[in-house]
């Protein structure tokens, strides 16, 4: 076959498929009821997912704006200065004037 003899076959083709790919099929009521049942179930999970992101980003973002909030709002009124130091208390020295002796004399102390 030629090139252009090609031609006309594939278009035929072509159009066949956009043909069948436009047409609505067609289900028995029980499959359409499971398939009802079935996208009903997606669309609440992918629902859900979407909520539960939507919150997680929402927290995320109030959060950080009471944070800003609250760093903004500090309360600025004077406060009274941290209390001085006490004085460290006087030393008291030992009554005890006796001068300061070896307790054990240089032998043995248990007797060898």
Avoid: H
């Avoid at 003899?5 to 072509?14: C, D, E, T, Y």
């Amino acid at each position: 076959m030629s090139r252009f003899k090609r031609i006309p076959v594939f278009l035929l083709a072509g159009l066949g498929a956009v043909f069948f790919a436009f047409q609505v099929p067609v289900f028995s009521p029980l499959v359409q009821q499971e398939l009802d049942k079935r996208l009903e179930e997606y669309r609440q999970d992918q629902w859900r997912v979407c909520k539960k992101r939507a919150l997680e980003k929402a927290s995320l973002e109030v959060d950080s704006l009471v944070i800003i909030w609250a760093k903004a709002n500090r309360d600025t009124l004077d406060r009274p200065s941290r209390p001085d130091k006490p004085q460290a208390p006087e030393r008291l020295m030992p009554k005890d004037s006796t001068p300061v002796a070896p307790l054990f004399n240089g032998k043995d102390t248990m007797g060898d």
